[in-house]
């Protein structure tokens, strides 16, 4: 099993809508074959930084995530939004 983590720093102004985009892809997300869960988190003191938290079964099904239509459709609407590069890490639980 692997964990992708997903850190994105919003404009301020576009914080709503990026709630928004999240809450309405969520259940598309976690319907992808592999995938168990995909959680938002939020920086606590810089409110414009969020997170993705997904477990994959394995970084195949993450691969064909990020080739997917659903994938397309929803990371150019949220890069949009950025105020600066997204930072990515795929992990692996070790213990």
């Not at 079964?57 to 590069?85: M, Q, V």
Request: charged share 30%.
């Amino acid at each position: 099993m692997i964990v992708r983590i997903v850190q994105m720093t919003f404009k301020q102004e576009h914080i709503a809508l990026f709630i928004s985009i999240f809450k309405n892809s969520k259940h598309k997300i976690e319907s992808m074959e592999g995938c168990l869960n995909v959680e938002l988190l939020q920086d606590k003191k810089e409110k414009n930084i969020f997170f993705t938290y997904s477990h994959w079964e394995g970084e195949e099904n993450l691969h064909h995530y990020r080739k997917s239509e659903i994938f397309s459709e929803i990371w150019p609407k949220t890069k949009a939004l950025f105020l600066k590069d997204a930072a990515v890490w795929t992990t692996e639980i070790k213990g």
